[in-house]
């Protein structure tokens, strides 16, 4: 693990998994070795010579980036807790069946247990940071 990790905003918009499959990982609790290595650099660039994304271990918190593109499904986490940070655009997400509108610059906590769905709406660019993260066990889909 380096130092530090800087992900501007400049060189997530210039990823071109956000325009296909509308989403990137950038921390996580397990190594996909197939598709990510562990971030050397402290300036983060989607296009390692590699081809594999760069990425920074954590224990207990992964991190993401994703679009109106990205997959989404009702869901929760048993443990972890998630914070939606909207960078760009507006989003709708329902929690508990109630409906919330996001706008640039606004920031939704997830607690664990709570179903949840980000909604296509519009075109928005989002973070997510979960916190206390099981890693994939810890979602379960309805």
Known sequence: MGTALLVTLEETMRDSAL???????????ELYAT???EATEVIWSHAALSGKCPVQLMKDTESAVFTQVAKQTRHLH???TEIYFLVRGTMVIE???AGY???????????PGAFHE????G???CRVLTVNC???NDRYEQ
């Open 19 to 29: 325009q296909t499959r509308g989403d990137r990982k950038l921390l996580v609790t």
């Open 35 to 37: 598709k990510e290595e």
């Open 78 to 80: 048993r443990i972890g």
């Open 95 to 97: 929690i508990e069946g």
């Open 101 to 111: 509108r996001l706008k640039e610059g606004d920031m939704m906590v997830v607690n």
């Open 118 to 121: 980000v909604k296509r709406d």
């Open 123 to 125: 075109e928005f660019l």
């Open 134 to 136: 099981g890693g994939p």
